[in-house]
């Protein structure tokens, strides 16, 4: 194998709750508006339209549980997320089976540069430069599917300083978890490592320096974020 012409930058892995094993990531797949509640206060129409997703960079993804602001915003929000992480993946998955590829799951915030995502919209381009900055995927640690089953239903919630911002609950998602990994199977051949941020309930909204963020899902506990 020949060398490497510049050393090889590092591989992102996720902590791996209760273990000293660590999860690699491939790649990260993100879906939009996928809580009908979240859909209508980013005025769009709640009905289940064919899903769309976007993608954020693996090395976005942090479990170091410090967001930092990001340079060229005003107006960065929150969104709290079920993140799916795959242990096996493939082409054209059965709806039947596409639990079995999931090793687990995570407590995620899709961070946005709001302003900078809506100047995108506005001129029909791509989203990356409000949704893919750095460390803009902070993420708890993971818990395999074998000790949490697979969470259909259940609070996920968000507070900022206390105050609960975003309170969801999994049973509200319109694509479902194995819906995801189906959709995404027939355009993408998926794989171990693919991480899967599900979408987020209403209530989004700005942040600041010096605001802690603690998300919350059934079966997962809690995770803390603070804004520096």
Request: contains cysteine; hydrophobic residues 40%; proline residues 9%.
């Amino acid at each position: 194998m020949a060398e490497h012409v510049i050393a090889p930058p590092p591989h992102m892995a996720l902590p791996v709750i209760g273990t000293d094993a660590a999860f690699p990531v491939r790649r990260v797949y993100c879906i939009g508006r996928n809580y009908a509640a979240h859909a209508v206060e980013m005025g769009h129409d709640p009905d289940r339209e064919a899903p769309f997703f976007f993608q954020k960079n693996p090395d976005n993804l942090d479990p170091s549980g410090e967001f930092p602001y990001p340079p060229k915003s005003a107006d960065v929000h929150h969104e709290v997320e079920l993140a799916v992480l795959l242990g096996s993946g493939g082409r054209d998955i059965a709806i039947g089976g596409a639990l079995s590829h999931v090793y687990g799951y995570a407590l995620a915030l899709d961070m946005t540069r709001r302003d900078l995502q809506g100047e995108q919209k506005k001129l029909g381009r791509p989203w990356e430069i409000g949704k893919a900055f750095e460390r803009s995927a902070p993420i708890g640690p993971v818990h395999p599917a074998t000790a949490v089953g697979h969470p259909e239903r259940g609070a996920i919630r968000l507070a900022v300083n206390g105050e609960i911002r975003q309170d969801g609950d999994l049973g509200q998602m319109i694509w479902k978890v194995p819906e995801m990994i189906v959709y995404l199977s027939e355009y993408f051949e998926l794989a171990a490592g693919d991480v899967i941020l599900s979408g987020t309930p209403a209530g989004v909204g700005p942040v600041t320096p010096g605001d802690v963020l603690e998300l919350s899902a059934v079966a997962l506990g809690s995770f803390t974020v603070r804004v520096v």
